[in-house]
């Protein structure tokens, strides 16, 4: 079924990639390459977040260094200073171990010299580093065709390393090598994450760029009030408006921008 709703303002709030495909869909006569189009940079520079893996080991624990959360709640910026910053942004956190089963271990009737020789003993640990991103034009977000399973249409997206990105990255890993080694630990392997959900060969779940903010409508999609450049009534509230990517979650940057256009439209 089809409805038509008016009103005096639409904001689109689906994401980096679903407010990209709504302004990608809504092409007319009057808008050919869809609202906020008309400079070809609508869902274009799209980045996400690479995500270094770094297995460091030691042959043992006598601190009884643990990961008891597996989640990167705890994390340093003590390596992300404004010299560092010129080139990127890093945090660093434990991604997970070492962590011993000790819970299993005493229902298992291990004695407590067994369970202190396992926490003790040696150990692995993930490191790992958060990166900010450089936008580049190669990769871009764009309409397949069909359908989902929602009916919605279908995605496309092309994701190029941008060269400096992957500069970064290189140099970055020989921190994350130098920080293990002062720790006393040893370098075991490296990896970019492909996780489950990625098929971009970063992590997909901080994505941005696609409708970034500019000034002229030559260089962006929204101006600096996230009002789609030439509209007079539509806005894009979302990560797809970043110009650039951050190397934390964007979740407090779009809070802020989201408040700060309610200001706007009543005038505090």
């Known amino acids: 079924k089809t409805r038509l709703l008016e ?13 990209t495909k709504l302004l990608l869909s809504s092409h007319s006569e009057y808008w050919p390459k869809g609202l906020g189009g008309s400079s070809d940079h609508l869902g274009q520079h799209l980045t996400a977040h690479p995500l270094l893996k770094l297995m460091i080991g030691i042959k043992s624990n006598p601190e009884r260094l643990a990961q008891e959360i597996h989640f990167p709640t705890r994390c340093s910026r003590a390596l992300d200073t404004p010299r560092q910053q010129r080139d990127g942004k890093m945090i660093i956190f434990p991604f997970g171990g070492p962590s011993v089963p000790i819970a299993e271990m005493i229902g298992q009737g291990k004695t407590r010299d067994e369970v202190e020789a396992a926490v003790t003993g040696p150990a692995q640990m993930l490191l790992a580093g958060l990166l900010e991103m450089h936008e580049g034009i190669g990769s871009r977000l764009e309409l397949a065709t069909g359908r989902n399973q929602l009916g919605l249409p279908r995605t496309k997206i092309h994701f190029e390393w941008e060269k400096q990105s992957l500069q970064y990255a290189a140099a970055q890993r020989i921190t994350l090598e130098n920080l293990a080694r002062a720790m006393g630990w040893e370098p075991l392997s490296f990896a970019i994450d492909q996780s489950s959900n990625s098929r971009v060969g970063v992590r997909a779940d901080h994505v941005t760029g696609t409708c970034r903010m500019s000034q002229e409508p030559s260089a962006g999609v ?39 256009l309610v200001d706007l439209w009543t005038g505090f």
């Open 7 to 19: 009103g005096d303002r639409v904001v689109v709030c689906g994401g980096a990639i679903e407010s």
């Open 222 to 260: 929204v101006d600096s009030t996230l009002r789609v450049h030439d509209t007079e009534n539509v806005w894009v509230c979302s990560n797809a408006v970043f110009p650039s990517s951050g190397a934390a979650n964007p979740t407090v940057t779009l809070a802020a921008l989201s408040a700060r």
